[in-house]
């Protein structure tokens, strides 16, 4: 794709649950016990990230969730994540110059709930989280976003001894731009990858890569736009 994009397994394959998601409409359940995670290859830095997902976890322990890292894996070193702090909050963690960052959120996780989580960052400016909807914690000024990594780990562990996901995740997005607090809200109202104007400027083209996946086999990717 020139973007250096490929899916692939680790571990026992997650279940892709036909009937389950937030809407019914299918989702990955994640096993803890199992090691199984879903790898995407990504090999460009971004200089700005959104990671959106609805996520229902069935363990709120310290575990990791999302996260970029490296061949090492998630254990060892991460950044760009979305994780479960020890006391059942969800946790944006990113690298930069600087070192460490983290935002945590105010929500409390039940197990069995689903939530819309996204984090949000970019180089030089600010590192944010927000839970169904609203943002939550202290946004942070970064510095230079961490370019140390080439890949996401989904339904992974995380360094600092967090346990490995266990649960389901739907609706992933990865976007290369720091989305609004307007869009975010609008992503969890509407259910859907609804973009709100004030994302757009005149002369702009917005490419989407779209891989189809029966739950078996990923089938041929398409680019728009082009």
Same mark, same amino acid.
């Given at each position: ?9 680790s571990? +026992?394959?997650?279940t ?77 963690? @990113? ?18 709930d689903?939530?819309?989580?996204a ?11 927000f ?10 000024t ?14 992974t ?19 290369? @731009? ?32 779209? +891989? ?15």
């Open positions: 794709s020139g973007l250096g994009n490929g899916i692939s397994f571990g +026992t394959k997650p892709h649950n036909l009937s389950g998601g937030f809407d019914g409409k299918g989702a990955y359940d994640f096993t803890q016990g199992d090691g199984g995670e879903i790898v995407l290859m990504d090999t460009i830095d971004p200089t700005n990230y959104t990671i959106e997902a609805w996520i229902r976890p069935t363990d709120v322990t310290f575990t990791g969730i999302i996260a970029r890292s490296n061949d090492i894996g998630p254990g060892t070193s991460t950044s760009h994540e979305i994780r479960i702090t020890a006391g059942s909050k969800f946790e944006h963690r @990113t690298l930069d110059g600087g070192g460490n960052n983290l935002v945590t959120g105010s929500t409390t996780i039940v197990a069995g689903w939530y819309h989580v984090a949000v960052a970019s180089n030089n400016g600010e590192m944010r989280l839970v169904n909807g609203v943002e939550e914690g202290t946004s942070i970064l510095g230079t976003l961490d370019t140390d990594f080439d890949r996401y780990y989904f339904g562990d995380s360094p600092s001894g967090a346990g490995r996901f266990d649960g389901a995740i739907d609706e992933l997005r990865i976007w290369r @731009t720091n989305l609004s607090a307007t869009a975010i809200k609008a992503i969890f109202e509407n259910n859907t990858n609804t973009t709100v104007y004030t994302e757009l400027t005149t002369g702009q083209n917005w490419t989407v890569d779209a +891989t189809p996946h029966d739950g078996t086999n990923n089938g041929t990717k398409e680019r728009s736009n082009q």
